[in-house]
T-cell receptor
Framework: AQSVSQHNHHVILSEAASLELGCNYSYGGTVNLFWYVQYPGQHLQLLLKYFSGDPLVKGIKGFEAEFIKSKFSFNLRKPSVQWSDTAEYFCAVGGSQGNLIFGKGTKLSVKP | KAGVTQTPRYLIKTRGQQVTLSCSPISGHRSVSWYQQTPGQGLQFLFEYFSETQRNKGNFPGRFSGRQFSNSRSEMNVSTLELGDSALYLC??????????????FGPGTRLTVL
């Protein structure tokens, strides 16, 4: 069965630190990959997605993710985090039936 | 454009009861998906409806059911509630079918507590 693993449950950073959140998926075929974010008190929203093409994908708010097929990974990065990036981040893969399969999420706390 | 709305926002029920949750998608969106979110299991896919037809279903027991109306509004029903059904139930809409292919727009969720 397809699955998504997010390695870190809770990450704490200071402002201006660099961020990398790990995401690995298990699926050997063509994949569509997503990162969703949930800010405190807000709805889940799409940060970025990868369907094909350039494996380095840029999203909103300065986030980017790199698809590495050989490692089954889709890690999320940001060079310099801000306090406003405090949120929960979810990696997801498109399932073979067309639905989304989510990882369990990583909580990011950014200290001002 | 109004976002995805879900009603009610909070519910408290007792074991054995049944519950109906409602979701109104963004205008023009024909796909509605439902997810259960718990601290232990994270976000798990329940089912998706598109044009009043169930397109996909996750691994949940038959106590969980849903439907979609001609105006794309969707309802989810859980019968014979169990304590483990306590969760945040999220609804997501998209223009076309399949969250795997299309951006999904999520609602605020309904927090269900089963006592």
């Amino acid at each position: 069965a397809q699955s998504v693993s997010q390695h870190n449950h809770h990450v704490i950073l200071s402002e201006a630190a660099s961020l990398e959140l790990g995401c690995n998926y298990s699926y050997g075929g063509t994949v569509n990959l997503f990162w969703y974010v949930q800010y405190p008190g807000q709805h889940l929203q799409l940060l970025l997605k990868y369907f094909s093409g350039d494996p380095l994908v840029k999203g909103i708010k300065g986030f980017e993710a790199e698809f590495i097929k050989s490692k089954f990974s889709f890690n999320l990065r940001k060079p310099s985090v801000q306090w406003s990036d405090t949120a929960e981040y979810f990696c997801a893969v498109g399932g073979s039936q067309g639905n989304l399969i989510f990882g369990k999420g990583t909580k990011l706390s950014v200290k001002p | 454009k109004a976002g995805v709305t879900q009603t009610p926002r909070y519910l408290i029920k007792t074991r054995g009861q049944q519950v109906t949750l409602s979701c109104s998608p963004i205008s023009g969106h024909r796909s509605v998906s439902w997810y259960q979110q718990t601290p232990g299991q994270g976000l798990q896919f329940l089912f998706e409806y598109f044009s009043e037809t169930q397109r996909n279903k996750g691994n949940f027991p038959g106590r969980f059911s849903g439907r979609q109306f001609s105006n794309s509004r969707s309802e989810m029903n859980v019968s014979t509630l169990e304590l483990g059904d306590s969760a945040l139930y999220l609804c997501a809409s998209s223009v076309a079918t399949g969250g795997a292919y299309n951006e999904q727009f999520f609602g605020p969720g309904t927090r269900l507590t089963v006592l």
